[in-house]
């Protein structure tokens, strides 16, 4: 059991704040509502403690991005009410192990692991919500950076049908990460045009998982309603690598 230090709760309390205003003033420009947009904490590379900090500070959505990290971290806190979000590149060989913890996985990008995480999910006898990872990388950046996740816009719909032919997966609806040095307004833009034709075949996927640290601002303007908010909330990354 990781104890809480004081001082650490401390500091996350003020980063909480620190987003939660920048969050506010992000919504009053754009003319939206902060219920509409909810955050989700990224605790990757900080420890278990980290989590349960920000439990007692009433976040209740947790995520991780590599699953050798998150499942030992899930474990640890199994006593929180934690919603846990997947949100990095997942192997299908890990289906079993995500499957067996996350509520959501937000980086859904091929045939082959809509079918892993179907089965995995109807064997341990849970429902998992999954977001479709949409690729917003130019082609000419994506040859220079390599392959990121995510599938091209126009196969995002495709991916959309096949979350829904599984008993155990729930369609949410998409997620993306900003181009590196691209504009992330033109990016998020072309992320709600694409949730919004999903959602016009589903209307009841309406999750818009964009934005992070540095960019939560273009997120919200452009209809997120997820943020993923990693080192706003507990600083620089951790050595503590599970
Ligand atoms: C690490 C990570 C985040 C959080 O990033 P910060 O810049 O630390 O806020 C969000 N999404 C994904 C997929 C990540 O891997």
Redesign the pocket.
């Known amino acids: 059991m990781s104890d809480i230090d004081p001082a650490r709760t401390e500091q996350i309390r003020a980063n909480l704040q620190a987003a939660r205003d920048r969050i506010e003033a992000a919504c009053a420009k754009a003319g939206r509502s902060p219920s509409e947009v909810s955050l989700v904490a ?1 605790t ?1 590379t900080h420890p278990a403690s980290d989590v349960r900090a920000l439990a007692s500070l009433g976040v209740v959505d947790v ?1 991780e ?1 590599r699953d050798q990290e998150a499942a030992p971290k899930a474990a640890e806190t199994a006593d929180l009410d934690l919603t846990w979000h997947f ?2 590149q997942l192997q299908t060989n890990k289906a079993r192990s995500v499957a067996s913890y996350a509520d959501v996985v ?2 859904v990008d091929r045939a082959r692991l809509v079918r892993a995480l179907g089965d995995r999910a109807a064997e341990a006898g849970r429902t998992l919500t999954c977001l479709v990872q949409v690729n917003l990388d130019d082609d000419s950046e994506a040859g220079v950076l390599g392959p990121r996740g995510g599938v091209d816009p126009s196969d995002a719909p495709g991916i959309a049908d096949l979350i829904e032919e599984q008993e155990a997966l729930s369609l949410g609806g998409v997620m993306a ?1 900003a181009p590196l040095g691209g504009d992330p307004y033109t990016a998020f833009g072309r992320l709600h045009e694409v949730a919004g034709r999903i959602r016009d075949r589903y209307p009841r996927a309406t999750m818009i998982s964009a934005g ?3 960019d939560l601002e273009a997120a919200i303007e452009r209809g997120a309603t997820h943020l ?6 507990l600083g620089a ?1 951790g050595t503590n690598v599970g």
């Open positions: 990224v990757k995520g991005n949100v990095g937000h980086s990460v992070m640290s540095g993923r908010l990693g080192a706003a909330l990354r």
